[in-house]
């Protein structure tokens, strides 16, 4: 079986690795260069804190994937499993946290609850204000700019090939698959994987299948290096919008996002820009967190392209209309964690038709048929950082 991956992001070249590890013929198709989109300006969280609950099965996948990635990609991608800290700073968090940790315990997430005095202990210097806190301790962070071109490697390894700068890609079903036209070439296969990010309704698009997305760029700064005393990733729960989160690499630099509202991105040509008129209000959101902030220098900022559904959740699973083209987009800036288990996810349906990891809630087919979860995912997502 010949299967055409759109698109080189982490989901795509996860996919491309897991298909050619199964014994697939892989042929990735990127329109510039694997990672450079919505992966490389992820914040590289790694986190399961405040998902979707039904989603929490793939993220638990995943997160066993993470795991393993070096073993099974042959390179360190600094995953650390350094812990997740959410911090509480009013009442309403509080509840929506303790609702969650009680909600998530079924399936198989437990959270720790801390008080004040057990968040100064332990990480001091995070959330003087903070009245609670959750603490996921086997979560943590990976980085953004290695993992893509870590899988596409391996996958390379095993027979892939690995097309980039394909620009523009025009796909079309025919009588025996599939075929994708680009200006490196044209390509055929049985079987063909939508995962090209924010143009992945565009795409679905061309097979008669609709979906409610928008591409917006989020707001990422990084600081200068300054003494390693953070661990954990944190960030917050708050129902006013507040979605600030940080972590400090080994370096010492802190990289941080939120904080700010995201700025639309036009599909054609796709670039985003950080806006540094945002960088003053988002920094005093983040203060909160880790008041040392409000000391030190930021050296870079920057965005991505990111594809954001109506529902805030991932489009996932075989497509309804055309047989044998399946979907792995809009995954509306919480896809970092996601990647490796929607690769071995979607590799494992082309191959085989099935998978364990139930993907219901993600099907394309739900915008027609109105499912009546979404108002339920749509209040869920709306407090969960990105990743």
């Known amino acids: 079986m010949r299967v055409i991956v759109l698109g080189?992001?982490?989901?795509g070249s996860a996919a491309a690795f897991f298909l050619a590890r199964r014994g697939l013929s892989v042929t990735l198709l990127e329109r510039n260069r694997v990672g450079t989109g919505a992966t490389v300006a992820s914040f590289g969280n790694i986190r399961r804190t405040?998902?979707?609950l039904p989603q929490l099965p793939l993220a638990h996948r995943s997160r066993a994937l993470?795991?393993?990635?070096?073993r099974l990609l042959g390179r360190d991608v600094e995953f650390r499993a350094t812990g997740h800290l959410r911090l509480v700073f009013d009442e309403d968090g509080l509840a929506d946290m303790r609702r969650y940790i009680a909600d998530a315990r079924p399936w198989g997430l437990d959270l720790d609850e801390l008080s004040p005095p057990e968040i100064r202990r332990r990480f001091p210097g995070l959330g003087p204000g903070a009245i609670a806190a959750s603490f996921s301790p086997q979560d943590g962070s990976g980085n953004p700019r290695l993992i893509a071109p870590a899988f596409t490697d391996a996958a390379r390894r095993l027979g892939a090939e690995i097309v980039e700068e394909c620009g523009p890609v025009e796909v079309s079903a025919t009588a025996s698959g599939f075929e994708a036209a680009t200006h490196r070439g044209r390509f055929t296969a049985d079987r063909l994987l939508n995962a090209a990010g924010a143009w992945g309704a565009t795409i679905a698009a061309r097979f008669g299948e609709s979906v409610p997305m928008a591409a917006y760029g989020p707001q990422m700064g990084v600081t200068e290096p300054l003494p390693h005393r953070i661990l954990p990733v944190v960030g917050m729960?708050?129902?006013?919008?507040?979605?600030?989160?940080?972590?400090?690499?080994?370096?010492?630099?802190?990289?941080?996002g939120g904080g700010a509202e995201r700025v639309p991105v036009a599909l054609?040509?796709?670039?985003?820009?950080a806006d540094p008129a945002r960088l003053p209000g988002q920094l005093r959101a983040l203060v909160r967190l880790l008041p040392a902030l409000a000391d030190v220098t930021v050296i870079r900022t920057w965005s991505g392209c990111e594809g954001y559904v109506a529902d805030k959740l991932p489009v996932m699973g075989a497509s309804a209309t055309t047989p044998g083209l399946f979907h792995?987009?809009?995954?509306?800036?919480?896809?970092?964690?996601?990647?490796?288990?929607?690769?071995?996810?979607?590799?494992?349906?082309?191959?085989?038709g099935h998978s364990e990891t139930p993907l219901h809630d993600f099907r394309i087919g739900r915008f027609q048929a109105a499912a009546p979860q979404t108002a339920a995912a749509q209040a869920a997502a709306a407090h969960a950082p990105q990743a």
């Not at 006013?240 to 972590?247: C, H, K, N, S």
């Not at 054609?268 to 820009?273: E, K, L, T, V």
């Open 50 to 52: 405040g998902r979707y």
């Open 328 to 352: 792995a987009f809009g995954f509306s800036g919480h896809g970092f964690q996601l990647g490796p288990g929607v690769g071995d996810v979607m590799a494992e349906i082309i191959a085989t």
């Open 237 to 256: 729960w708050s129902r006013a919008g507040g979605d600030g989160y940080l972590r400090q690499v080994e370096r010492g630099n802190i990289v941080f």
């Open 8 to 11: 080189g992001g982490l989901i």
């Open 66 to 70: 993470w795991g393993e990635a070096e």
């Open 268 to 273: 054609d040509p796709g670039h985003a820009r």
